[in-house]
């Protein structure tokens, strides 16, 4: 599919991102023995904070969760050798920290299994759009609301690029109107009423009529 082309291709040049930034990293917390400049709190917070880039990678990639941060992380094997051999240890321990970063943003924000969402997708990549949109409203305290965002959104995508009668939008559809996910279906749409745009009512009504009950 279209779409899984994209998600590959993009997958692939955020690994490779992640590779030029563990570069650039591992250089700096070396950098005595390349230019002979102290490292600094400055160094060591940028370092640190690129180390974050594979936890972003994590809502493209569907799998390995970890091969980015792997990625990220092989380039400082030439920070630590040159910490240890010059015994600066603080360099060392600064390089672990972004490893550490690395591996620990990317098990957080790691997909989440089938079971955490109690949503059983027979489409791998309908679930990875929908996990994706489902962590991302993380305010959102009803977790029944957090689902049906994910596959409204997973639903309006599939529909964009795809088409009415795609299979993954077929399947969103059943899981929202699902036994399961009827009341908080029904929570979502009480909780908007009317103040909707016009292409939100008319899905509304599509549902209403599908599912032989009134939303709203």
Avoid: H
């Avoid at 992640?18 to 060591?44: H, K, M, N, R, Y």
């Avoid at 799998?63 to 990220?72: L, N, Q, S």
């Avoid at 790691?110 to 969402?117: D, F, L, M, N």
């Amino acid at each position: 599919m279209k779409s899984n082309t994209i998600t590959d291709l993009v997958g692939i040049l955020m690994v490779v991102a992640s590779g030029v930034f563990g570069i650039i990293d591992a250089l700096l917390l070396a950098g005595a023995g390349i230019c002979g400049f102290p490292l600094t709190w400055g160094i060591v917070t940028f370092a640190i904070a690129t180390a974050v880039l594979p936890v972003g990678t994590m809502g493209v990639l569907s799998k390995p969760w970890w091969w980015p941060a792997v990625v990220f992380s092989i380039p400082f094997g030439f920070s630590l050798l040159l910490g240890a051999l010059t015994q600066e240890w603080y360099r060392v321990l600064a390089s672990i920290a972004c490893i550490a970063v690395a591996f620990g943003g990317a098990w957080l924000f790691r997909p989440r299994s089938r079971s955490e969402a109690n949503l059983k997708f027979k489409d791998e990549e309908l679930e990875r759009v929908y996990d994706l949109n489902f962590r991302a409203m993380q305010n959102l305290q009803d977790e029944g609301q957090r689902q049906v965002c994910g596959l409204l959104a997973a639903f309006d995508w599939f529909r964009l690029i795809e088409g009415e009668q795609s299979p993954r939008v077929l399947e969103a559809r059943d899981l929202l109107l699902s036994p399961e996910m009827r009341p908080a279906l029904r929570r979502w749409y009480r909780r908007f009423g009317d103040k909707m745009n016009t292409a939100a009512l008319e899905l509304r009504e599509q549902f209403s009529q599908l599912a032989g009950e009134r939303f709203g």
